[in-house]
């Protein structure tokens, strides 16, 4: 949570919206950013911590485990009409990249404003493909592997 | 996004489930609540309300008043533990 504060203003530059969720509750929220989070971040995390009070939530989206009594990590890409475009759950001890899901909120911006489609490891700047039946064998053509990398 | 307001909050519905679904699931009782679970790419994320600690303050967020927004929504399995 704290690698998403340091780069929050990054997302918010790419207009992104961050809601963080777990099913603690909202007062052990509080505490928690009191206590750790704002001694490892400046001011504590820039957004919202939502409580998902019994796991209903986490049923809804399908990470909630039902064991454990908790969600695990499930990260969700949600455009503007509200349409998931992208999600990645992790079991909890692995914890995940902010500069892969920075990466990933550009591609879907770049998608959504061009049409064109970003091949793998794609970063702003690296060359696009525009897909359409003259493409079609082609693309070793236009893109090489080492455009992953 | 309403300003923060301090106190507690009313309690929050969870998800939102569309009125629909709700009367279809009343007429099938048999249907488990697990058969609706998990979204997937490409389909509307659910909706759903929840308390939420932000600015200093308590109150209740949905997701749909985000719409005409990327949001990131990240779960994670709970505060003070280590990742």
């Known amino acids: 949570m704290t690698a998403v504060a340091v780069k929050y203003p990054e997302l918010q530059k790419l207009g992104v919206a961050v809601l963080a969720m777990s099913t603690d509750s909202h007062f052990t929220h509080k505490v928690w950013q009191e206590q750790e989070l704002s001694k490892m971040v400046d001011g504590g995390v820039p957004f919202p911590l939502l409580s998902d009070s019994g796991g209903r939530i986490g049923r809804a989206y399908g990470v909630y485990d039902a064991e454990a009594g908790v969600d695990v990590r499930g990260r969700f890409i949600i455009d503007p009409e509200g349409i998931v475009q992208a999600m990645e759950v992790l079991t909890p001890p692995v914890g995940r990249n902010v500069m892969e899901l920075l990466r990933q909120v550009q591609a879907f911006q770049h998608v959504a404003a061009t049409g064109e489609a970003t091949p793998s490891g794609w970063q702003p700047g690296r060359p696009t493909l525009s897909p359409g039946p003259d493409l079609v064998g082609k693309v070793w053509e236009v893109w090489k592997t080492d455009n992953a990398f | ?83």
């Open chain 2, 1 to 83: 996004m309403p300003e923060a307001k301090d106190g507690c909050v009313s309690p929050a519905k969870g998800p939102i489930v569309p009125e629909r679904e709700q009367a279809e699931s009343q007429v099938e009782p048999s249907r488990g609540e697990e058969e609706n679970m998990g979204v997937q790419v490409g389909k509307p994320a659910p909706d759903f309300e929840a308390s939420a600690f932000v600015d200093g303050g308590f109150k209740n967020i949905t997701l749909s008043e985000y719409r005409g927004q990327w949001v990131v929504l990240c779960f994670y399995p709970g505060d003070f533990t280590f990742v």
